[in-house]
């Protein structure tokens, strides 16, 4: 099921242990150092790590089920049908209000093309503590990969 590297690799003990895991577990995520800077500086939580794995498995998870012309499988509808979709979604869009209040701070550097910014109101939620992981959506046509460009504390905390 998983590449020999990762079963010898300890359950991460660190949120620098954890990038060094995403590294090799998802292949379909693209997670910069940048991504996680936030989250370096808050009290590791085994709990909240594993929160954060079990997000980006199913990030990853619905990327293998995703075409590069952006049609997804049937595998594909299902995860976006059980995570994406009503009262208890893992994953949900910013509302309206939070799009215009914190724009700048949801716009993170593009690392294929620092030059430019992507804006990422979609995110998963881990409650306690309130962590987030902010990605790019829709994954646009043709890309093969989900950026993942934030996993920390809560942006939008008023």
């Known amino acids: 099921m998983y590449s020999g590297t990762l079963q010898r690799m300890a359950t991460p003990a660190s949120w620098t242990d954890l990038l060094k895991y995403t590294r090799v577990r998802f292949e379909q995520l693209l997670i910069p150092d940048e991504a996680v800077e936030t989250l370096l500086h808050q009290e590791f939580r085994n709990g909240a790590c594993k929160s954060i794995i079990d997000l980006l498995v199913v990030l990853d998870e619905f990327m293998t089920n995703r075409r590069p012309d952006g049609r997804v499988t049937k595998r594909g509808r299902e995860i976006l049908d059980q995570y994406f979709v009503g009262e208890n979604a893992w994953y949900s869009d910013e509302s309206r209000k939070n799009k215009v209040d914190f724009v700048t701070k949801m716009t993170f550097p593009d ?5 430019n910014g992507i804006t990422c109101f979609w995110h998963g939620k881990i409650q306690t503590p309130q962590l987030r992981i902010h990605f790019e959506w829709p994954v646009p046509v043709g890309q093969r990969i989900l950026k993942v460009l934030y ?6 905390k008023r």
Do not use: L, Q
């Open 111 to 115: 690392p294929e093309n620092r030059n």
């Open 151 to 156: 996993i920390g504390p809560k942006i939008s």
